[in-house]
């Protein structure tokens, strides 16, 4: 199960974070790292800080952006620190570490992690299914990117062995679903229900709305077949209903 676990940095800026990050994950049995875009990994400091977790780092895959890193992967966590409209139902890293392990590592699951001074955009927010935080003290809320990682990793070596749950599903991957968002967008912007100076207003509900659905591919083909047959059915719109 814990080999199907992934830990994934967006642009991390620093080597020596980097490197600290690989010796959290191998403390804790992990050893799939994703990187994307990251700063340069030859770097002495990130040598020195990985310490006896070298491999992990010689060995971590390189992705040009996060889309590309979750596309076989039908779990992803976006870790955040903020609160907002498109950041909400936010689980704690015990719990996110109990979804995790209950399916017995049926589904790929990546945690994602953003940049040190900045996390994650909202829309690489958007890409992930599930939202994670760590509850910190009002006072000063912000932590180390290594820190972080070892709490998330922590969770997950402690929920290894926990009940698996037998109903869980084999869910479909990061690329199958932003497949059909593709085409959600498109189709929803032709029959005019999306606004086409700001789609992303409301596609970020939807994609909300369908993550809670946790679909699987039938589910999605379903979708997408419904999506072709309103793309050929809207042939003779004639604008946005109660339009001018």
């Given amino acids: 199960m814990i080999s199907n676990i992934s830990i994934v940095l967006v642009e991390p800026q620093s080597p020596g974070n980097v490197g600290m990050v690989c010796r959290a994950m191998k403390n804790m049995g992990l050893s799939s790292l994703r990187l994307v875009n990251p700063c340069p990994l030859d770097h002495p400091e990130a040598l020195m800080f990985a310490v006896s977790a070298k491999d992990l780092l010689e060995k971590a895959e390189i992705y040009p952006d996060l889309e590309s890193a979750l596309a076989d992967s039908p779990l992803s966590i976006a870790t955040t620190r903020r609160h907002g409209k498109y950041r909400q139902e936010i689980f704690n890293p015990e719990e996110i570490a109990m979804k995790?392990?209950?399916?017995?590592?049926?589904?790929?699951?990546?945690?994602?992690?953003?940049?040190?001074?900045?996390?994650?955009?909202?829309?690489?927010?958007?890409?992930?299914?599930?939202?994670?935080?760590?509850?910190?003290?009002?006072?000063?809320?912000?932590?180390?990117?290594?820190?972080?990682?070892?709490?998330?990793?922590?969770?997950?070596?402690?929920?290894?062995?926990?009940?698996?749950?037998?109903?869980?599903r084999e869910l479909a991957p990061g690329e199958s679903l932003e497949?059909?968002?593709?085409?959600?967008?498109s189709v929803l912007l032709k029959i005019g229900f999306l606004n086409p100076e700001n789609p992303a207003h409301l596609m970020?509900?939807?994609?909300?709305?369908?993550?809670?659905?946790?679909?699987?591919s039938r589910e999605i083909s379903i979708f997408r077949g419904m999506m072709s047959q309103v793309d050929w059915a809207c042939g003779e719109f004639k604008g946005k209903k109660g339009g001018a």
Avoid: P
């Fill in 100 to 168: 995790i392990t209950a399916d017995g590592g049926l589904n790929r699951s990546c945690i994602v992690f953003g940049r040190e001074d900045s996390g994650l955009t909202t829309h690489e927010v958007s890409l992930c299914r599930w939202l994670a935080t760590i509850d910190t003290s009002s006072e000063y809320g912000s932590m180390n990117l290594a820190q972080s990682v070892l709490v998330f990793c922590y969770e997950l070596m402690k929920s290894r062995g926990g009940a698996v749950d037998r109903t869980v």
């Fill in 204 to 216: 970020m509900s939807l994609r909300r709305i369908l993550s809670r659905a946790e679909l699987d």
């Fill in 179 to 185: 497949a059909m968002y593709g085409q959600m967008e």
